[in-house]
């Protein structure tokens, strides 16, 4: 039976998926998931009306349900195709398609294992291969991404507009600042680019977290949290970034640290997938599952602690009508990956700042990653519907100054396509702050 008729014959159905796996996959550890998965699907197509590709394609195969019923047709013996591929390339893994759907669905385990079946029996060739294989090597590694992105920047006017889009400005911030020494303290996920594209958003963090009695460290030795390697076809390596990470951090944690804070969302959901990424690995799925339960978003740091954070801005003036209206855009990896959704919103309002309303809020920005350079077509048009909707004057006619979010990932791909100034939301807490000094 083609696939369209298949489609077809399940969109009305609400039983769940029959599944017969292949014998090559059946008694796996991605076979039995898999399985589990596929099986609370009952077709309902709840998660066609929040895919951005599918809103922008309008093709079956370019939504979660045609993605599930092609892993399903592989994981059942049929052969992939490059079209295969294709349509499983094409998605953003933003999960929204999992905060949609009435039966928990986990969409994007199901994807992982699909696209790493795939890529095993429709192996990547020509550009293809190489630009993935270059960015594997390139981006994870920080001190030579650095070294690279600060040429760049020197030479930014001369650089062709698409390439000068993905280049921020030249940037002063440097290492994480000099502060207090405090009892209570947390452990900073250095990250890959972040440190050089946009250096000062640890900074405004551990300035604002000292504000609060909380020290913020940085182990040297850690580094990519994983996401970049995993989501390019290398899981094996992304599992390596995870345990030298594990290794840099358990001293701190055995001293006594209270979590690992993430200031970049997209990271965050890298690492608190490290107890299933190890769940196989005897020497540390322990510590990995440990790490995973102690990560929290830097959202959910500050709002613990935000009667306190209250008490220090509610003596500070309101920001001036200029600097106050903002819009926030609420990355996937934050609000569908990490489940995290009005907290920074919330802190920003405390703050003093107005939020104008955001239509389509759920959708993705076309950042996902890699995915603006290796789709950049698809990734191009959600840009420009998730400006349009981010700087839509408010009802009053007032226009947004600032557009704040909480991954760099995000922040970099939206300043590529604006000259609104793009920054992560806990700057501009740390900004405010700033004014009491």
Same mark, same amino acid.
Request: proline share 6%; glycine share 8%; with cysteine.
């Given at each position: 039976?083609?696939?369209?008729?298949?489609?077809?014959?399940?969109?009305?159905?609400?039983?769940?998926?029959?599944?017969?796996?292949?014998?090559?996959?059946?008694?796996?550890?991605?076979?039995?998931?898999?399985?589990?998965i596929l099986r609370t699907c009952v077709h309902c197509g709840f998660c066609t009306a929040t895919c951005p590709t599918y809103q922008l394609l309008g093709d079956e195969l370019?939504?979660?349900?045609?993605?599930?019923?092609?892993?399903?047709?592989?994981?059942?013996?049929?052969?992939?195709?490059?079209?295969?591929?294709?349509?499983?390339?094409?998605?953003?893994?933003?999960?929204?398609?999992?905060?949609?759907?009435?039966?928990?669905?986990?969409?994007?385990?199901?994807?992982?294992?699909?696209?790493?079946?795939?890529?095993?029996?429709?192996p990547r060739t020509g550009a293809d291969a190489a630009l993935r294989?270059?960015?594997?090597?390139?981006?994870?590694?920080?001190?030579?991404?650095?070294?690279?992105?600060?040429?760049?920047?020197?030479?930014?006017?001369? $650089?062709?507009? /698409?390439?000068? %889009?993905? =280049?921020?400005?030249? !940037?002063?911030? @440097?290492?994480?600042?000099?502060?207090?020494? *405090?009892?209570?303290q947390v452990i900073a996920l250095g990250g890959c680019v972040q440190p050089s594209m946009y250096p000062n958003i640890n900074g405004a963090a551990a300035r604002v977290l000292d504000r609060l009695g909380i020290s913020m460290l940085q182990a040297g030795s850690a580094g990519c949290c994983g996401a970049v390697r995993f989501h390019l076809g290398d899981p094996e390596a992304a599992r390596d970034d995870a345990r030298r990470n594990i290794d840099a951090w358990w001293p701190l $944690?055995?001293? /006594?640290?209270? %979590?690992? =804070?993430?200031?970049? !969302?997209?990271? @965050?959901?890298?690492?608190?997938?490290?107890? *299933?990424?190890?769940?196989?690995?005897?020497?540390?799925?322990?510590?990995?599952?440990?790490?995973?339960?102690?990560?929290?978003?830097?959202?959910?740091?500050?709002?613990?602690?935000?009667?306190?954070?209250?008490?220090?801005?509610?003596?500070?003036?309101?920001?001036?009508?200029a600097a106050k209206q903002i819009a926030f855009h609420s990355p996937c990896t934050l609000q569908h990956g990490l489940q995290i959704r009005g907290m920074a919103e919330k802190l920003l309002s405390a703050a003093g700042f107005t939020l104008t309303p955001v239509v389509d809020s759920h959708l993705c920005c076309g950042s996902a990653g890699t995915y603006s350079i290796l789709q950049a077509q698809i990734s191009q048009q959600l840009r420009d519907n998730k400006l349009a909707a981010l700087l839509a004057p408010s009802a009053s006619g007032v226009r947004t100054r600032t557009i704040a979010s909480a991954n760099v990932g995000c922040i970099s791909h939206l300043a590529g396509g604006t000259d609104i100034e793009v920054k992560h939301w806990v700057e501009l807490i740390d900004q405010r702050l700033a004014e009491d000094a």
């Open positions: 039976m083609a696939f369209s008729a298949t489609v077809d014959s399940i969109r009305n159905s609400d039983q769940l998926m029959e599944t017969h796996l292949a014998d090559f996959v059946r008694d796996t550890t991605h076979g039995k998931e898999a399985e589990a370019d939504g979660p349900r045609g993605r599930i019923y092609l892993i399903k047709q592989v994981l059942e013996g049929e052969k992939p195709t490059q079209k295969t591929q294709l349509h499983l390339d094409r998605c953003l893994t933003c999960r929204s398609c999992e905060t949609t759907c009435p039966s928990g669905v986990k969409y994007s385990r199901l994807l992982d294992i699909g696209r790493e079946i795939v890529d095993e029996q429709v294989a270059g960015m594997r090597n390139f981006l994870p590694r920080s001190g030579l991404f650095g070294t690279a992105l600060k040429f760049g920047q020197m030479v930014r006017p001369l $650089l062709p507009r /698409g390439i000068k %889009a993905k =280049v921020p400005p030249l !940037s002063s911030a @440097g290492p994480l600042p000099e502060t207090g020494k *405090h009892a209570r $944690l055995e001293a /006594g640290a209270e %979590a690992i =804070v993430m200031t970049a !969302s997209a990271c @965050g959901v890298q690492v608190r997938d490290y107890g *299933h990424l190890l769940q196989d690995d005897p020497d540390y799925r322990h510590k990995a599952a440990r790490v995973a339960l102690l990560t929290r978003d830097i959202t959910e740091i500050l709002t613990a602690e935000s009667e306190r954070l209250q008490r220090i801005l509610s003596g500070l003036p309101p920001p001036d009508d």
